[in-house]
């Protein structure tokens, strides 16, 4: 069976070299650390990107996949993503991200392919980069941000790029960036433990309520963190639905849209990921790792593997064959 990690990220060099070279005049603040790797602080963004040889060198990353006995990634940009930066620059840095990801799919074609970046901040230039994306090498879905500089999902501006994947047949993946609430959540890390799974829910039930779900019945779209929150208080929104006017235009109970979403394996909880896979089926649930922030699974396969309460058929179907359908890999 096909090993394929849905949720792993990378940084192109060129992707890097053009934050370096357009991003000051932009907003961008560049710095080096101790180490002389090259540090950027954007606009609005709190997280810095992360310059390292894991995140960045395909030979090191190659390792760290045979390692964890893991057969393909699916490359995505992480924070900040391009959405943070002017029309313009967050096209052309789409653009880069996009095109290194069919190069590294030409180089190695059963160990990679690509999840494309699109501009959301500009949609028209989303749309126009997500059909120009959807014929490179290589490319087998969208990465999407769970809000656009603080605007939900749901609004209306972002239907024309939903439309698009839809015709496309790509599914959407989401990812949370600058999370709500970030200001109460400086300390411990809670932006990650916390911010990070907050996000995939109001994302998710952002699309449910806000009608995108209904309105594209064939979009795929994959949640991260396991759902985060929106798997767990499905029963308040099925329950506030019944009781809130600001409800009253919904048909169905949310919990009938459990099965619309997608979700990756990153709960750090071998309990939590069997209720996930009670919840919302067993044929809903695709690896994912978050390679190779410190947050991640090292060995994405073995925490599917060490679940004895699935078959073998049902643990195969989680590591490979859920997502190999997803992303039309052979």
Known sequence: MLKLDTHAHWFPQEWVDTIVNEGPKNGVEISRNEQGRIVASMPGIRLRPNFTPPYMDIP???KIMDDARVDVHALSLTSPMTHWAPPELGAR?????????AREHEKYPT????MATLPMQAPELAVAEVKRAAKLPGIRGVYLPTHVLGKNLEEKEFWPVYEQCEKLSLPIFLHPVSPVGKERMMKYHLGNFLGNPY??????ASLVFGGVMDAFPKLDVMLPHAGGTFPWLIGRMDHGTTVRAECKHMTQPPSAYLRRFHYDTITHSDKILMNLIELVGVDRVVMGSDCPADMSYTRPVDVVERLKDLSAAQRDEIVGGNAAKLLKIA
């Open 93 to 101: 840095l789409s653009q880069v991200f996009n095109d290194g990801c």
């Open 60 to 62: 090191t990353r190659l």
């Open 199 to 204: 996000e995939s829910g109001i994302a998710a």
């Open 111 to 114: 160990r990679f392919v690509g």
